[in-house]
């Protein structure tokens, strides 16, 4: 067996190196992978000795290709698959794969897959929200894609993004929600109270683009401190952070906003823990899935202000488990930190509802024991995967 994972971005041959140098991860879920496809590449080389387990990076930021201590290949194309397909399917021939994982909409990746003789899994983290004539083009593209039964599964992160590929035409049947397993829970630490004492801060971890609804937070940190409250901001991540600075300033709060950059993933908990609110604003065009920012405000126990994107549904409830305003809205979101920052008891009870909601969102199918069932493909193994897909959860 030789099991190819074909990943947009995330440099796993950096993630390996920072866990040796450090124990950390900056990006959560890289080194669970990397552990999951050693597990794998042990079970395939009981079953057939020969085998050989890779995952292949995109946009990797270096051309690579190297061995890890496990016996997992690591290789980086360092190319966008959506504009040089060809240099990602050439990286996949050379490799001679028996069975192919695709973990994201990746339009020409995935026909190149099709025509290859492989076994086929898709597996995304993604929604399709997008709007305007594009957006509807690209649903429909992958859609008609990810409708090919050549395909075996198509998982995603989340029921509502499991849904949401029901909603484009994939059979039920074969899509499976799927969630990364989480080493923290709300259990490990007391409710939080709302603080007076210090400065009211939001924290908005994630990529920093427009989509992602980062303008919109600034725009309210400008409205919030206009009103003569003391808030402030501080951006995790990384993308057009001089872009976002321009607008502080033309907003004139460049000194109440630290864009602080990629940190790893325990300092992001961190300053989660610290943080007043955690923001989650992005638009509904973002592709989003579940994103693990949720999960950590949750277990962190500092209250969420969220928009309210559709894949956010049902797991953020407004004045339940979450402040949620309209997406786009900065002044509808300035008013939801108002309202947090003047109700102490409404602080309280996000805090305290945080196991409750974490549990709710919780789902047993992770993604490891997937990707190896899939490989191993026993009846056992078939039975497992069909009880687990989409049509037992509608």
């Known amino acids: 067996m030789r099991v190819l994972i074909v990943q947009y971005a995330g440099d796993y041959l950096a993630a390996h190196r920072e866990s040796q140098r450090s124990g950390r991860e900056t990006y959560y879920g890289h080194r669970y992978v990397l552990e999951q496809l050693a597990v794998l590449r042990a079970e395939c080389e009981a079953l057939e000795p020969g085998s050989e387990i890779a995952i292949l990076c995109c946009l990797s930021g270096e051309v690579y290709d190297e061995r890890l201590p496990s016996g997992v290949r690591v290789l980086g194309a360092d190319t966008d698959p959506n504009a040089d397909a060809a240099s990602i399917l050439r990286v996949v021939d050379e490799f001679r794969p028996t069975h192919v994982v695709v973990t994201g909409p990746m339009l020409a990746i995935l026909r190149g897959v099709l025509r290859r003789r492989v076994r086929r899994l898709v597996l995304l983290a993604d929604s399709f929200n997008r709007r305007g004539v594009r957006g509807f083009a690209k649903r429909w593209l992958v859609a008609r894609i990810l409708r090919d039964k050549r395909i075996e599964w198509i998982g995603n992160h989340g029921l509502n993004a499991s849904r949401a590929l029901a909603q484009v035409g994939v059979e039920a049947a ?113 592709p989003e899935g579940l994103p693990l920012t949720i999960y950590e405000a949750l277990c962190a126990r500092t209250p969420i202000v969220a928009s309210d994107h559709p894949m956010f549904a049902g797991h953020l409830v407004d004045g339940d488990s979450a402040l949620v305003y309209p997406a786009g809205e900065p002044v509808e979101l300035a008013a939801r930190v108002r309202r947090l920052r003047e109700d102490a008891q409404l602080y309280a009870r996000l805090s305290d509802r945080a196991s409750e909601t974490w549990a709710r969102m919780q789902i047993d199918t992770k993604w490891g024991e997937l990707v190896r069932r899939w490989v191993r493909n026993d009846d056992d193994d078939r039975a497992w995967l069909q009880a687990r897909s989409l049509e037992h959860y509608l």
């Open 174 to 286: 074969r899509a499976i929600p799927w969630d990364w397993p989480h080493v923290r829970r709300p259990d490990d630490r007391p409710a939080r109270a709302l603080d007076t004492d210090r400065p009211f801060t939001l924290l908005y971890v994630g990529v920093v683009i427009e989509a992602k609804g980062v303008g919109d937070v600034i725009e309210a940190i400008g409205m919030l401190r206009a009103e003569g409250l003391d808030v402030r901001l501080r951006v995790i991540g990384a993308g057009e952070l001089d872009r976002f600075g321009a607008i502080a300033r033309a907003h004139g709060v460049e000194s109440s906003i630290d864009f602080v950059g990629l940190v790893t993933n325990d300092v992001v908990f961190e300053e989660m823990s610290s943080a007043s609110i955690v923001v989650v604003p992005s638009r509904p065009e973002y």
